[in-house]
């Protein structure tokens, strides 16, 4: 079976992932990048898109959702039932209050114009719930902090993290945006460690495929003992 591929892009340098699995089927992880660049490579690998898996409902991780999910229809596209609201009707309104707040909205291109006459992401067909394992071989970790619906992704097999913005190297999800708190993120990143440390990650944003040994001990210093 193929790797994971990364793909880097969107306004914020988000990591979009496709994910092979059996039967030469895939699943995307945090669509940010174009949804055309997502579907050449998804073609070149020869793979199948069956789904599209989101670890938080932040806008940075899902601005190509829409168009992706017009290439493929099929796809399922799932998020934790906490963060469901960054889905569905008006779903672009809720996300632009929020950027709003940062000071970031400017930049991104769907926040222009006249998008308030069609605000609406696509909904949600199932949810990502904690303990079940996705096509018998990624286990849904729920691991609040960012964001109150954030999930990783275990492959237990092939020591596999897929973190999301809960765990980045040598660092970790802010906790200052709605559904933000610093105690649930120190819970969540404790049980991350306690996983082998050997397992590889691959998160959110900017370097993926290091160790969760290589991160644990700048992450304790920094946050766990805060």
């Known amino acids: 079976m193929k790797d994971i591929f990364c793909l880097t892009g969107g306004v914020l340098g988000t990591n979009t992932y496709i994910v092979p699995l059996a039967n030469n089927e895939c699943f995307v992880v ?17 793979l199948r898109l069956t789904a599209i898996l989101l670890t938080h409902g932040h806008y940075d991780h899902m601005e190509s959702l829409q168009e ?43 926040f222009q114009g006249d998008f308030e006459k069609k605000p609406h992401l696509p909904e949600a067909d199932f949810f990502l719930k904690e303990g079940e394992v996705f096509e018998n071989e990624w286990l849904v970790l729920h691991t609040p902090g960012h964001t109150r619906g954030c999930i990783c992704l275990y492959n237990e097999k092939k020591k596999q993290l897929l973190s999301g913005d809960t765990l980045f190297y040598m660092g970790w999800g802010r906790t200052d945006l ?14 991350l460690f306690d996983l082998p440390s050997e397992t590889k990650v691959f998160p959110g944003h900017e370097q993926y495929g290091f160790s969760l040994a290589e991160t644990n001990a700048s992450v304790t210093r920094g946050f766990l003992t805060i």
């Open 30 to 46: 945090d669509p940010a990048v174009d949804a055309e660049r997502i579907a050449e490579k998804i073609a070149s690998a020869g």
């Open 68 to 110: 992706l999910s017009l290439l493929y229809p099929q796809a399922k596209i799932a998020i934790h039932s906490e963060d469901v609201k960054s889905l569905g009707k008006d779903a672009l309104l809720r996300h632009y209050a929020e950027f709003a707040s940062t000071g970031l909205v400017q930049l991104y291109a769907a």
């Open 178 to 191: 709605e559904g933000g708190d610093q105690r649930a993120l120190q819970t969540s990143l404790k049980r």
